[in-house]
């Protein structure tokens, strides 16, 4: 039997025609890449993406399934572009300005996107790249008539403001299932080509709704947010509907993302809520040492995510700035957030030590995620924090195939994704990330994380920078080789490196050899690249393990 | 084209596994109905709800699609029962005790319920009342064998504690459609038979998610929780679903409901938030004001709803005792929240009085509600806090449909539900309830609040209660008749009752005249009953209007 109640679509459009009807004069501040400071609403906001939505249809041919793509920081405008876009029935690729041309050309012309939504400041970019990009049919520049480049290479170059200005601001938005495609965003594989995540409607809605609860950013209408996290970076971490969801005020930082740019916009907006990546908020707390007058009164609460926070960064804001630091874990194919270590319940009663070794961790999933750890067969592990095995996660949010139907395998047919990250979860529900799965040691049947003894090396004095990897053993299977990067000057030996390691871990862990290099290989994103350093030490034998 | 994420259907038993998983040891507080208080947790909850649904199926026959009904108080047991019956896709139809057994029967029998479920006190009334039953199978009496009846003349007596004994904690879900009905409820109409809101999985998990917000109930798992509002009504506002959503934890009040037994699981459970009708709080104000020694010290938070909570019962919570208040407003047909006098950002910068004025409202509708006022014709009025119209209303958790199609001129084509209620709407966005559809007073094409005349009314010194009345006008089609009670022993005249009116009003609205009479019809609920009024003064005619 069926229930008998209203058709309630989870559609994005929904989001914004609920902010702009009941938090209409509720401010939108952003930094424009003009130049200038922007002020809007949602009330305002919701009438011109209803006009972005009705002129890009009829000018753009605009519709259902129809996939565009942005490179835009976040403004209203890129706001704009959102809701009107999504709510036609089309899609928002949006496209992340850091990756490698040969990487944006990939994409775009996998995603087939049909137009290109790009800020003043990537108009060069583009007519570079336009001619890799045969089935764009032209490009949209955020900006207005007076800021309009004077001329263009740009293949049918549209004014953003002119385009607005033809739309229908009373247009209505068409029906259609909330399991529509709305948004396209693709992870930047370390192997292989990027893979596209295809949102719904209904999938960033939930994801909205759950990133507002309590236990994850608690957010309200009394809020000031601001993501500096990139709309291109999966949703803003939600915020792009979650604050909407809450009514919260939004401050968006447009493309000064540095310290004192930063700080600006928080004074100016009051904000209470920020989210970034802590490479963004250690710009921020350098400023502030910089400029010892300066303090952070409005701001209550930051989210912390994107990679592993340092614990000095979480403990200058809490204990310099009285703003409390919400650690928090995502991926791409999770919209982003799957866990987030806010105090729950249990926490509350602990002492601030035990509770700051939890805090550190990346968290607890929230209602509408679930998640596990298993080991190489799929069986489930304790929950004690000290047993890690491959993390898995399934939720209202969290993808179930890649774009086109590339990358299979991290599907599995019982429902749970697995993430390619090593974890464990403690008896508090914390999960901690110890290593990625494809780097993990496996020595005789159990598992040791490179980055546990890595962390630990970087303790060491003389220790510029370290790196655990795997190696073939004869015996054991894989054993861990450590390889180090001496600080300029420093005459660090493997003996000190070793006692140094004694007593930080059990002592199968110990590495069976330390080697020193000059160089450490890394990835564009600047992350050590593992692959190159395995390749690297492939001739490499363990001393006594022969030939 | 349709977005690739993970099928995650919204269904009541993901709340339960994700509490029983993610908040397993967070505590359930209960009163039992034998008397001693109960201690579980939702770890514990989960493995018994799953027992019972496997019992339930195996030895009442209970599966998709089957009706049941309970007759029982806020307990754990009560919640395990919702769960374990709603997650084999049956549906609970949840019996009010205090409905005329005349009523009981004819709902039971129009649910066509298979088994009621009963706590131990209600065993005589279904003894007097299972002749009139004759689809009823049997009854589950919520109790251990320990406590079962001696002898019982009920049809086929099961003990629940045996019952769930019976069952499979390690009991899988069926997989079906989030929109299967879950939920069943009869509302107690005025006029006419009850009629049956049908809840789907999806609209309870929902209206729990809307509940749960920073500008709704605001809970997290730090939270402690008393819904005292029984489970009967509408699903415990929500927070039959919303606490485990958030991971609070919950005391439940069980059979006593004075303000001492409140007192008492208040400060036994360290309860933070609760939620009950104002009568109830009265109670509790009460027995605060006889005991000077006892204060609140760990109730943050209270919900009042189920009708207008006087002013005197927010203050006496506000100033006397550091508890918010939220007065709330909602409909068995809304799941039942509609909307909450939650400090919205804008109100947060008004003088305290001020936002009073607005406190004292039914307040703003969170995402996934919507509400608008329309006149009679269906034009929509203006958010003035002036103009009143009939309040509609439509979201994700408001019925399409009563129960086997009944009723259905409330539910207009376009979508929106109309509450048969009045209303204002001001441009803070916080609704004003001004009277019910059927008693306001049309005069001239204006409409007139009778809730607001017999409010004046009732500041008057002598007046012991007032109602006010449109009767027939032969040329302002209908005008205000003010039917007043006198106070024991007072002697209050017409003239100083109107003169006690005037400058409260617009002119217009001063009733054409004022009568006196030794009682006021009232309904089983103890309102206002305006149709048996009206129907006594209907062949009144206004002073000059003839005959």
């Known amino acids: 039997m069926q229930g008998l109640m209203q058709d309630f679509p989870l559609v994005v459009h929904r989001v914004l025609e609920h902010a702009a009807r009941w938090h209409g004069q509720t401010p939108i501040l952003s930094r424009s890449v003009e130049g200038p400071l922007h002020r809007t609403n949602y009330a305002t906001l919701g009438r011109r993406a209803r006009a972005l939505a009705s002129a890009s249809e009829r000018r753009l041919g605009l519709g259902l399934g ?92 549209v004014c953003y403001e002119t385009l607005l200005a033809d739309g229908d601001e009373a247009h209505a938005w068409p029906e259609f299932d909330e399991n529509t495609a709305c948004g396209l965003c693709y992870t930047s594989g370390t192997t292989g080509n990027p893979k596209g995540v295809l949102y719904s409607h209904r999938s960033n809605v939930l994801h909205g709704l759950m990133c507002s609860l309590g236990d994850a950013m608690a957010l309200s209408s009394r809020d000031t947010v601001m993501p500096v996290v990139p709309m291109f970076h999966a949703n803003a971490w939600s915020i792009a509907f979650s604050a909407p969801i809450s009514g919260a005020a939004l401050v968006m930082p447009g493309p000064r993302l540095d310290g004192a740019s930063l700080y600006e916009m928080l004074e100016l907006g009051k904000v209470s809520f920020a989210a970034a990546v802590p490479t963004v908020w250690l710009m921020l707390l350098r400023h502030l040492e910089q400029n010892t007058s300066l303090s952070l009164p409005h701001l209550k609460r930051v989210v912390i995510g994107g990679s592993a926070c340092p614990e000095a960064i979480m403990r200058a804001f809490v ?102 990250d090593v974890a464990t979860i403690d008896d508090y529900g914390y999960m901690h990330i110890t290593d990625r799965a494809k780097d993990v040691i496996k020595s005789g049947g159990e598992w040791i994380s490179s980055i546990m003894i890595e962390n630990a090396a970087l303790g060491c004095e003389g220790v510029q920078e370290a790196a655990a990897i795997g190696l073939p053993h004869p015996k054991w299977d894989e054993r861990p080789l450590l390889v180090v990067v001496r600080k300029p000057g420093a005459e660090i030996t493997a003996d000190a490196v070793r006692q140094h390691l004694v007593g930080q871990m059990a002592k199968w862990w110990l590495p069976d050899d330390i080697v020193f290099v000059d160089e450490i290989p890394h990835t564009a994103t600047g992350k050590i690249s593992k692959l190159d350093l395995r390749q690297r030490f492939r001739d490499y034998r363990f001393p006594g393990t022969g030939s």
């Open 66 to 157: 129809t996939v565009i793509a942005t490179m835009a920081w976040n403004t209203w405008r890129h706001l704009e572009v959102w809701y009107g876009v999504m709510g036609l029935g089309a899609i928002v690729h949006t496209l992340n300005p850091r990756l490698f041309e040969s990487q944006l050309s990939y994409i775009i012309n996998h995603a087939e996107d049909q137009w290109i939504f790009i800020d003043l400041s990537f108009v060069p970019l583009f007519e570079a790249l336009q001619d890799s990009l045969p089935r764009v049919k032209g490009f949209v520049i955020l900006t207005d008539e007076a800021h309009m480049p004077a001329s263009t290479r740009l293949r049918n170059p």
């Open 319 to 420: 204990e310099h700035h009285d703003t409390d630091v919400i650690h928090a874990w995502g991926m791409t194919e999770m919209s982003p957030i799957g866990s987030l270590a806010v105090m729950s319940r249990q926490a509350a009663e602990l002492p601030p030590e035990k509770w700051w070794s939890l805090k550190l961790k990346q968290g607890r999933p929230p209602f509408m995620i679930d998640m596990k750890i298993t080991d190489d067969d799929g069986n489930n592990l304790p929950h004690d924090g000290k047993t890690f095995g491959r993390l898995k996660v399934r939720g209202a949010a969290v993808a179930r195939s890649y774009f086109k139907g590339e990358g299979q395998s991290a599907f599995e047919g019982d429902g749970w994704f697995d993430t390619g």
